[in-house]
């Protein structure tokens, strides 16, 4: 059994948040390809120019859900319409500064999202977080 996942991204407008996730994931050996999205404008249009090849599209994905522009619940609405194109579904983690309990609650309104982590993540997290979507039969 694999302990990495083919293909994981980041979502966040803060690249020290960006780059500290990157790092951990790549000592934690948890992905092959770890890909940084700087807006949620970015990975939308990615998802849609390769909607049909399994291999570049995410099997996790850790969004943050303040940024400017589309922020991470507008992103969320936006993948549930086009959901339905992409050959391959995502398993969506929310990874947020913010514990605010309307946060927490609105992230329950998605099922996509698997769960719901405050800044900053740890490595075990993301080790558990991966463990759990192999363990699950996710890949």
Do not use: C
């Amino acid at each position: 059994m694999s302990t990495k996942i083919p293909n994981l991204w980041i979502i966040d407008d803060d690249p020290m948040s960006s780059f500290y996730i990157k790092r951990l994931a790549e000592l934690g050996e948890l992905a092959h390809i770890i890909t940084i999205y700087n807006t949620a404008q970015g990975a939308i249009n990615y998802l849609l120019h390769h909607r049909k090849t399994i291999e570049h599209l995410p099997d996790i994905i850790l969004l943050d859900i303040y940024m400017p522009e589309i922020d991470g619940w507008e992103f969320l609405n936006q993948l549930k319409q086009i959901e339905d194109q992409l050959i391959k579904k995502a398993a969506i983690y929310i990874i947020s500064s913010s514990n605010h309990p309307r946060d927490l609650s609105r992230a329950e309104t998605f099922p996509d999202v698997r769960s719901y982590f405050q800044k900053p993540v740890t490595l075990e997290v993301l080790k558990d977080m991966v463990a759990t979507f192999i363990a699950d039969g996710q890949l």
